[in-house]
């Protein structure tokens, strides 16, 4: 990965909203800070997705006891 993705902006709006969504509540207070959490969560999301895994990899093994 040669370039630098563009920072995530989650709003404290989009926590209410997925909060609502998944019948979570969430405190007023602190929805800016599940924002960045979530903004940074995003980030890393991005990094895995943007990992090409080379066709020569192979699996882990397995180990049995």
């Given at each position: 990965m040669s370039e630098r993705s563009e920072p995530?902006?989650?709003?404290?709006?989009?926590?209410?909203?997925?909060?609502?969504?998944?019948?979570?509540?969430?405190?007023?207070p602190s929805r800016a800070a599940v924002a960045q959490h979530l903004a940074g969560l995003l980030m890393n999301v991005r990094?895995?997705?943007?990992?090409?895994?080379?066709e020569t990899t192979e699996?882990?093994?397995t180990f049995q006891p």
């Open positions: 995530v902006h989650v709003t404290e709006e989009t926590v209410e909203r997925l909060a609502d969504h998944a019948g979570v509540q969430i405190p007023a990094l895995v997705e943007a990992f090409v895994v080379p699996p882990a093994p």
